[in-house]
């Protein structure tokens, strides 16, 4: 089993940057798929950025591309979401998860769901003012 251990969310206007970490125990991360979700007051829980095991490939959100980024580190077991240019409707918890990566590539689809993850953290506040 893995456990999941978000940081790094905070208050920052509009325009500023965080870094998110997600730190992982229990399990190396080398052997899972890792993403990023978020979810805003009274809205649902969507995808904002994931990479493979591999760390070969990255998938992003339209909203967010070209300005977040995600990383990870097999060494310190832990996954980042760099966050630049940050906006007010970035607003929002921000979840890490896991699921254990495979050696085929699956769907876009399947990266960006959050059905497909096993592992969870208990989530970060971000909050950007304007």
């Known amino acids: 089993q893995v456990q999941l251990v978000e940081s790094g969310g905070g208050l920052v206007q509009a325009g500023g940057s965080l870094r998110l970490s997600c730190a992982a125990s229990g399990r190396t991360l080398s052997n899972y798929d890792m993403g990023w979700f978020r979810q805003a007051p009274g809205k649902a829980r969507e995808f904002v950025a994931a990479i493979r095991w591999s760390s070969a490939i990255s998938y992003y959100a339209d909203s967010v591309k070209g300005r977040f980024t995600i990383s990870k580190d097999n060494a310190k077991n832990t996954v980042y979401l760099q966050m630049n240019s940050l906006k007010p409707e970035d607003t929002a918890v921000y979840y890490c998860?896991?699921?254990?990566?495979?050696?085929?590539?699956?769907?876009?689809?399947?990266?960006?769901?959050?059905?497909?993850?096993?592992?969870w953290g208990q989530g970060t506040q971000v909050t950007v003012s304007s």
């Open positions: 998860a896991a699921v254990v990566g495979t050696d085929y590539a699956r769907s876009y689809y399947y990266y960006t769901s959050a059905g497909s993850y096993d592992h």
